[in-house]
Nanobody
Framework: VQLQASGGGLVQAGGSLRLSCTTS??????MAWFRQAPGKEREFVSA????????IYAESVEGRFTISRDNAKNTVYLQMNSLKLEDTAIYYC?????????????????WGQGTQVTVSS
């Protein structure tokens, strides 16, 4: 089982990026994005259930980021708008089989390799 994240890059503050995470080997009920800035702990960003109808967000990204998924493509997306300098981090996708959405990284047992997002002024 592998999670492959992509779509990171360098963007100016106020700009947008869309991250993708493709799953190979199996599918998962709950998919999530976390991020880790230099010198900081990995933090929750957003999670989505299988149907896509239930989503949760960190307060810091609510209203700016949108998580979605395409199960036919085994892919989850994170659309990031109105990016801020503090959004700079490595973004990781994560997966778990339980259907209950979780904000806790310890409850995700499958992780991707991360993709770097850098927001410049």
């Amino acid at each position: 089982v592998q999670l492959q994240a992509s779509g990171g890059g360098l963007v100016q503050a106020g700009g947008s990026l869309r991250l993708s995470c493709t799953t190979s080997g199996r599918s998962f009920n709950t998919m999530a994005w976390f991020r880790q800035a230099p010198g900081k702990e990995r933090e929750f960003v957003s999670a989505i259930n299988w149907s896509g109808k239930n989503t949760i967000y960190a307060e810091s990204v609510e209203g700016r980021f949108t998580i979605s998924r395409d199960n036919a493509k085994n892919t989850v997306y994170l659309q990031m708008n109105s990016l801020k300098l503090e959004d700079t981090a490595i973004y990781y996708c994560a997966a778990r089989q339980p259907t209950v959405l979780s904000r806790y990284r310890g409850q995700y047992n499958v992780w991707g390799q991360g993709t770097q997002v850098t927001v410049s002024s």
